[in-house]
């Protein structure tokens, strides 16, 4: 074999070394082809862009071809492999290139020899970018492994050299003009809590200009080009230190969030724009102020919606470099100590943003239980969503408090509030005092072992999990490394990771649940039209099901990574029994062709499906009879239940998890279970509440999956609870039929 994969996608997963010294976005696209044409032991690679305006296919930098060929050779869509495997958007591998009557022969690029020829598009969705090409003398020197590995390093690769490409051409497109909104007073907000937590600082608000703001002090009146050139050169530096260290504390999702920035810095015109200003002597701060705003119109004028939200990177590497250029760079992050405010916000910014300290975040949209919310809360950052577009329109530095405990967003709070605010935040304090009196496992008083699981959305959350003696991983959402990045991961990056969370957790039980978008969890480089109502779209089980290679590439990834694991595998949104039944089938051919391939596996995992929609009731024992296990998401559960929007501030007091509607069918599902000798567990935010426990123990729920920071207080709560007592007492709520009714009994079960 003349490639190790796994050590492939480990090498390729540390880009930024290609940032590094790079002078121009040329080189850096040479140090790509370099690089490849070292992993892939081929004697040439190139890369080719594609420019939708002419409908061409440019060399853009190439190992192995003649050096003038680059910017010269050129061909139309459809035109010779290259522009065939772009057109038709799939690798095309010949063994003997040249007798291909698609062919195209350039005369003086040298190449004539290089038979052997594998040509893979690049790809950001469904956007067209490119085309990488690897070639060799040797015939029938490609195979089908090569063209795997190759895909997997372009779909890592996309994003950073569609940015590229816009940078390259970036001169060419008109500059967008940007309104600005009124300033509109606040004193208090109410929001809700996505990710727990209290801060006190100043703001930063993303849909305003920070590089203005900073570029109107008086501290820049001795600037000269030197010290210009100085902020250039710690900029850069910060950058790739940053991208090390979110590499370091989160590899499985940290895929080169900084290159945008990174990227900026290598940009010829952008930094000759700012260099040319500055040498007719306009002061270095106005000139980065003007270059700056300049290239933020032009990413507002993109169609592309996720290369337009990297203006927001724009105004970042220009608030970087007049803070260098200021001599603060160094001392401070951007974003250290303050709380952001943004419409909203994708998880890349959110880990970009934790790498840099920041305080709290505000977001305009989403919802407690959204995956923005989710990953905050595995990266301890206090967040609230509070629908309130005046937010946007504060000045930069307004004091903020957020108390993410209850929701609340002060603005410039009096001092009576700020010293309220300090009580509560002692009474509330960062460490868990409940810790020291874990036990290593949980029973009721009356000696009924009582199972604790914990969620793991991030592999950083793995040690945490540890930490707080949870007996295994009930919910794996493998969505997340799929979240942040600019296309699918392949099963190898995928297999990377999955084996580190699962040597982590050595014996323990591990569930993996399979690809769950679609609602509030989108991928931006996944498009296939806009939807009225996401959460009743193409998501969960129903992505899976119609782009089985996708999922084919999953399953054998997890199965591979839990060869000797107490594996379980889990679907998300099953609707019918023929769903369960399909997902399931699929398992198992992935489980025959490893065999066939002699590549070890686990042969017989548990398999199992989330209960989370309506339609399953009325099958549950069907499903029971076919299914392992069991798992109750209750945060769709009660959504798809009450057809109560999660995510929509304005019905989020229907969203009731004691409805006696949701309580009874709880107990339909684990009677079932029972019945049928099948494990049944529950997770979600229900499962964090320790007013729901004495329920779920009462109906017969021996598992729980819940955030690892909350198994203290659950075990605490688990502990004092006399079963016996707690059935009849469960019994009494399933007879009451009133919502409030139900409240009263429930909030009496709140700690104190």
């Not at 004697?43 to 060929?69: N, Q, R, W």
């Not at 057809?643 to 709880?666: G, I, M, Q």
Request: glycine share 6%.
């Amino acid at each position: 074999m003349k490639r190790d994969p796994t050590k492939l996608i480990c090498g390729i997963g540390e880009l930024s070394d290609l940032f590094a010294d790079a002078p121009n976005l040329d080189t850096f696209l040479q140090r790509i082809v370099d690089m490849i044409s070292e992993h892939m032991n081929s004697e040439v690679c190139s890369i080719y862009l594609y420019y939708e305006e002419t409908d061409e296919l440019v060399l853009k930098a190439t190992k192995g071809l003649h050096p003038k060929s680059i910017g010269n050779v050129r061909m139309r869509l459809g035109e010779g492999l290259t522009g065939l495997a772009l057109k038709e958007l799939r690798p095309i591998c010949e063994r003997n290139a040249s007798r291909n009557p698609n062919f195209k022969f350039f005369p003086g690029i040298g190449e004539e020899e290089f038979e052997s020829f594998l040509a893979v598009p690049i790809v950001h969705g469904h956007t067209r970018i490119g085309v990488m090409v690897i070639q060799n003398t040797r015939k029938d020197y490609f195979d089908e492994e090569d063209s795997k590995l190759l895909r997997a390093i372009t779909s890592q690769l996309a994003t950073t050299i569609e940015m590229a490409k816009w940078l390259m051409s970036v001169h060419e497109r008109p500059p967008a003009d940007r309104g600005h909104l009124p300033h509109t007073e606040l004193k208090f907000v109410k929001g809700r809590v996505g990710s727990p937590g209290f801060a006190f600082a100043e703001s930063l608000v993303l849909a305003n200009d920070p590089v203005r703001i900073l570029a109107s002090t008086q501290e820049f009146a001795h600037c000269t080009l030197n010290d210009f050139y100085r902020a250039v050169r710690v900029t850069e530096k910060q950058l790739e230190e940053s991208q090390k260290r979110i590499e370091e504390r989160l590899s499985d999702v940290a895929s080169l969030i900084f290159t945008a920035q990174i990227l900026m810095l290598k940009d010829k015109s952008f930094i000759e724009g700012i260099v040319e200003l500055i040498k007719r002597e306009v002061n270095p701060p106005m000139a980065i102020l003007g270059v700056v705003k300049d290239y933020v119109n032009r990413f507002k004028a993109i169609p592309n919606t996720y290369l337009r939200e990297k203006s927001q990177d724009v105004q970042d590497i220009g608030y970087r470099l007049l803070k260098n250029l200021m001599g603060l760079g160094e001392k401070a992050s951007d974003y250290e100590g303050r709380i952001v405010i943004s419409e909203e916000l994708f998880p890349s910014d959110a880990l970009k943003l934790s790498t840099q300290k920041v305080a709290g975040l505000i977001v305009l949209s989403g919802g407690a239980s959204s995956h923005l919310s989710i990953l905050a809360r595995s990266l301890n950052i206090p967040l609230v969503i509070a629908e309130e577009p005046a937010l946007l329109n504060l000045p930069s530095k307004t004091k903020i408090l957020l108390d993410a405990q209850e929701g609340y967003v002060y603005i410039n709070p009096a001092e009576d509030i700020t010293n309220f605010f300090k009580e509560k935040e002692t009474a509330h304090p960062k460490g868990h005092p409940l810790r020291e009196s874990l036990k290593p496992f949980t029973q009721t008083k009356d000696g009924v072992r009582i199972t604790l699981l914990a969620n793991v959305n991030l592999l950083s959350d793995v040690k945490t999990a540890l930490e707080f003696k949870a007996e295994g991983i009930g919910l794996y959402r493998t969505e997340f490394p799929f979240i942040v990045r600019s296309d699918f991961p392949s099963e190898e990056e995928q297999f990377v990771v999955y084996e580190k969370i699962v040597k982590s957790m050595a014996d323990r039980e591990i569930t993996f649940r399979t690809l769950d978008i679609g609602g509030d969890k989108i991928l931006s480089y996944y498009h296939h039209g806009k939807e009225e109502n996401p959460f009743l779209g193409m998501r969960s089980i129903r992505f899976s099901l119609k782009h089985k290679d996708v999922f084919f590439q999953q399953l054998r990834a997890i199965l591979r990574s839990g060869s000797h694991a107490d594996l379980k595998i889990m679907f998300p949104m099953i609707s019918s029994l023929d769903e369960f039944l399909e997902a399931r089938e699929i398992v198992l051919e992935c489980i025959h062709s490893l065999k066939r391939e002699k590549i070890l596996c686990h042969e017989h995992p548990q398999i199992g499906m989330m209960v989370e929609l309506p339609s399953v009731l009325e099958i549950i024992e069907d499903l029971a009879k076919e299914v392992d296990f069991f798992s109750i998401g209750t945060n769709d559960f009660i959504q798809y239940m009450l057809a109560v929007d999660r995510t929509n501030e304005k019905v989020a007091e229907f969203y009731l998890p004691h409805h006696p509607s949701v309580l009874r069918a709880l107990k339909r599902v684990v009677d079932a279970a029972r019945i049928h000798g099948k494990e049944v567990s529950i997770c979600g935010d229900m499962a964090n509440d320790e007013r729901y426990v004495f329920y779920f123990l009462g109906i017969g729920i021996r598992k729980i999956s819940l955030e690892a920071r909350y198994i203290p207080k659950i075990q605490k709560v688990i502990f004092s609870i006399d079963l016996k007592a707690t059935e009849k007492e469960v019994q009494g709520v399933l007879a009451k039929s009133k919502i409030t009714e139900i409240a009263q009994i429930v909030d009496r079960k709140a700690t104190p």
